[in-house]
Every structure is written in C-alpha cells, then in structure tokens.
C-alpha cells in the first residue's frame, strides 16, 4: 500500500485522482493502481492506493528498437481505450468529472520556470502557444492530462499502466497526445535513433484512433519539450532518465530539439492566431 497527502488545498484533486481510478482500474485493460480507502491523519486527508513498482527501462532497452516500438504501440491503445466511448462514459456516470480542467492553467504554471531557463525568444513563443491555445475552440473528453514518463509504468521490460491520476478531467486530448510523443518519441526516440525516430513518430500517430489537429499537436510538444528543459536546467531530472544518462545530455539534446523547431512553430502560432 502507499499513502497520497493530499497537500494544502489540493484535498479536490486528491478526491478526483481517487475516484477516477476506482473506475478506471475496473474499466481499463490497462494497469491502474488499485484504490484502498480514505483516511484522515492529522487533520489531513490522505489516499491509500495499491503500491506499484515500475521497472524503468534502461539504455539497452531504448537502444532497441523493437522495445521503442512495443511502447509506442502500447501509448497508442492506452489512449485509444482512454478516449473509448465505453470507458468515458463509464466516467462520466461516476460523476468524476465535476469540472472542466483549463490547460492553459497548468501550462502558466510552468510559465516562471520558463522565464528563468530558456532564452527570451523560446519564453515570449511558449506565452504566444498558452494564448493561441486557449483562444482556440476546443473539444475536450476525458484525458489523464499528465501522460509523462514519470507517471507510466513499466513490468518486466513493458509500458503497462499509467498512475497519477489527479490531473485528469475533460480538457483536449491532444495534449495528452503531445506529452507522450514529447517523452518518448522526442526525447528517447531521437536521443538513441536520431533521424530514425520519425518512422516510430508516424507509428504512433497512425495507430490512434482520435482525430488531433497536427498544429495543435506541434504547439503542445513544443510546450512540453521547454518545461522539460527547464527543469532539467535546474537539475531536476526524471527519475527514468537518471537511471541512463546525465542531465548535461539531455540539456543538449533538448536544446536542439527546441532551437530546431522554434521557426516552424512560429508559423504555427502565428497562422493559428491570424487565420486566414
């Protein structure tokens, strides 16, 4: 078992995160921690879940490309089953779903952090990307709103399950989309396949079921891939990386990632903000 704090003021994230997995783990196909039970300690709410080890996978692992393939393949039908009518509505019968979660909220969050390790120019784009997005019509469904490395888990050399649970609600599932191909496509995929990565991208893309809009798509992987930068800038690495590399390789390689792309998504942001 392993306890959740609930954190101050976060007792209706805690809440949500709970529920949702009481429903997704007996929907999904996927693993999903099992939850426990509530309890109060200390005047403080906590969430008792099923303890999951995950195995991270190591450099052999995403040296191989059979392995980067079986977890691409498998990201795509976690999102297919996740964005299924059969599971979204069995959400929404639960009344998880209270609320409608603002992305840009989430992306200002990282706003700071940006200002303070990434250059003016990758910065002013990211601000520009939070206002072409949020003045955008958007459909919104059940998402995790999270799906990063760090929150996926991993058995015996497979991508099995995801946890962590407490952002999820009705908000566009193309971010969702956007941080999985950021986390292993863009920064495992490239890292150890180089130009190879783009038939693993187009893969991934291929296999999902939900109709993203691919500008969209690009502005959240943009996002995504400066916030990772900055906080591996401030030595605040993920666990999986930690595991196979040093933070100097990253920074790199995110960097090239973002001084590669910053034109192009200029262009993105721009026809999204000026339509034609």
Known sequence: MIKYASGVGNENNLLK???????????????????????????????????????????QDWNDSDFLEQTVHKGAQMLNEMYSDRLSRKIQESGVLVR???????????????????????????????????????????SHNDFNI????????????????????????????????????????????????????????????????TDMLKMYRFFQNATAYSYVSRGQCSETWNRIGTNTEILKHRKEILDDRKKHIRKIVSKVQSPE
């Open 150 to 213: 760090d929150n996926m888990i991993f058995e015996q050399g497979h991508l099995t399950g995801l946890f962590d649970w407490e952002n999820c609600g009705l908000a566009d599932r193309t971010r969702d989309i956007a941080l999985f191909e950021s986390a292993i496509i863009d920064e495992y995929g490239m890292f150890f396949h180089g130009q190879e990565a783009k038939k693993f991208r187009e893969l991934y893309r291929n296999n999902l079921e939900y109709n993203f809009d």
């Open 17 to 59: 995160g709970y529920r949702a997995c009481e429903h997704v783990s007996k929907a999904a196909s996927f693993k999903v921690p099992e939850p426990v039970k509530l309890v109060v300690e200390n005047n403080e709410l906590l969430a008792i879940e099923e303890k999951v080890d995950t195995d991270y996978p190591s450099r």
């Open 100 to 142: 409608e979660d603002r992305i840009g909220q989430a992306m200002e969050y990282n706003l700071e952090l940006l200002s303070s390790e990434t250059d003016n120019e990758i910065y002013r784009l990211c601000k520009d990307i939070i206002s072409a997005i949020e003045n955008t019509s958007i459909e919104t469904g059940f």
